[in-house]
């Protein structure tokens, strides 16, 4: 499946975002999707995870009651609404999909063998 991330821009500390993936073909909802984020010279990081069939989401600590992850699986869509949102949430943000994961390993980048190409956030002070 192809992915195309969007949505990044620059909003101040506090406030909100919404990122979407679209993703093309017609088994999107067979796939399960996650967000990653990258940080300047860092590696990519995990920021949470929906499950294919069942939508249930996973999340990093770090989005733990922040971020939320839905999915429109009728627009093959996933979301992620970014709240209260902190300058160290600065990152270029990816999402990630797989037509099949074992859940203990959602969080790898190598779980993931479909990319999109990634939208920057930067969060002002």
């Known amino acids: 499946v192809q992915l195309q991330a969007s949505g990044g821009g620059l909003v101040q500390a506090g406030g909100s975002l919404r990122l979407s993936c679209a993703a093309s073909g017609r088994t999107f909802r067979t796939y399960s999707m996650g967000w990653f984020r990258q940080f300047a010279g860092k590696e990519r990081e995990f920021v949470g995870a929906?499950?294919?069939?069942?939508?249930?989401?996973y999340y990093a600590e770090s989005a733990k009651g922040r971020f939320t992850i839905s999915r429109d699986n009728a627009k093959s869509t996933m979301y992620l609404q970014m709240n209260s949102l902190k300058p160290e949430d600065t990152a270029v943000y990816y999402c990630?999909?797989?037509?099949?994961?074992?859940?203990?390993?959602?969080?790898?980048?190598?779980?993931?063998?479909?990319w999109g190409q990634g939208t920057l956030v930067t969060v002002s002070s």
């Open positions: 929906s499950l294919r069939n069942s939508g249930t989401t």
């Open positions: 990630a999909g797989s037509p099949s994961i074992i859940i203990s390993t959602i969080h790898r980048t190598s779980s993931y063998g479909d």
